[in-house]
T-cell receptor, first 113, second 114 residues
Framework: DAGVTQSPTHLIKTRGQQVTLRCSPKSGHDTVSWYQQALGQGPQFIFQYYEEEERQRGNFPDRFSGHQFPNYSSELNVNALLLGDSALYLC????????????FGPGTRLTVL | AQRVTQPEKLLSVFKGAPVELKCNYSYSGSPELFWYVQYSRQRLQLLLRHISRESIKGFTADLNKGETSFHLKKPFAQEEDSAMYYCALSGDYILTGGGNKLTFGTGTQLKVEL
């Protein structure tokens, strides 16, 4: 099991563009969360998907949206990119239920010029 | 609102010296606290969580609800302990029926010198 995988590894976009990031959860996991980690900061929770629905959301604008597929993989979409969206985007997965650990992927580094 | 504070950006200790990484939190309910570690060029991984009360790689952390703290300690630092350490809180866990929504601190870079 490769664990949580994310693609692409790096991405460069310009202001105003749209971007899609992808995540495959660890085998046996059904819940996917996304985090944004700006330089020098800890990860910040964006949202979480379970059973193909957004279940929880952090303080991020509607420009950030997501999707979960029947195979539990997930996408994060960001529209109308701003310079401030430049960050490392982390995907984490877990098996739903109390006491389960959240496993993180390696992240996608997004640079907005 | 949930908040996690790690007051030190960088902590430098000598090999064999004791280590204490500080973490304070703010949460009105019963939090679940974690320490995550990120070694150079590796992904974020769970080091320990307060409910398991385990000692991992010689590290321990005790939840002090009176002081709202969850400091990470190790009696003798090793060179391989050099890494970025994040304290995190999952407060809405039970209310949402499961699914960690983690609030992280800004992290402390631990550097163990020879």
């Amino acid at each position: 099991d490769a664990g949580v995988t994310q693609s692409p590894t790096h991405l460069i976009k310009t202001r105003g563009q749209q971007v899609t990031l992808r995540c495959s959860p660890k085998s046996g996991h059904d819940t996917v969360s996304w985090y944004q980690q700006a330089l020098g900061q800890g990860p910040q929770f964006i949202f979480q998907y379970y059973e193909e629905e957004e279940r929880q959301r952090g303080n991020f604008p509607d420009r950030f949206s997501g999707h979960q597929f029947p195979n539990y993989s997930s996408e994060l979409n960001v529209n109308a990119l701003l310079l401030g969206d430049s960050a490392l985007y982390l995907c984490a997965s877990e098996r739903r239920g109390i006491g389960h650990e959240q496993f993180f992927g390696p992240g996608t580094r997004l640079t907005v010029l | 609102a949930q908040r996690v504070t790690q007051p030190e950006k960088l902590l430098s200790v000598f090999k064999g010296a004791p280590v204490e990484l500080k973490c304070n939190y703010s949460y009105s309910g019963s939090p679940e606290l974690f320490w995550y570690v990120q070694y150079s060029r590796q992904r974020l991984q769970l080091l320990l969580r307060h409910i398991s009360r385990e000692s991992i790689k010689g590290f321990t952390a005790d939840l002090n609800k009176g002081e709202t703290s969850f400091h990470l300690k190790k009696p003798f630092a090793q060179e391989e302990d050099s890494a970025m350490y994040y304290c995190a809180l999952s407060g809405d866990y039970i209310l949402t029926g499961g699914g960690n929504k983690l609030t992280f601190g800004t992290g402390t870079q631990l550097k163990v010198e020879l």
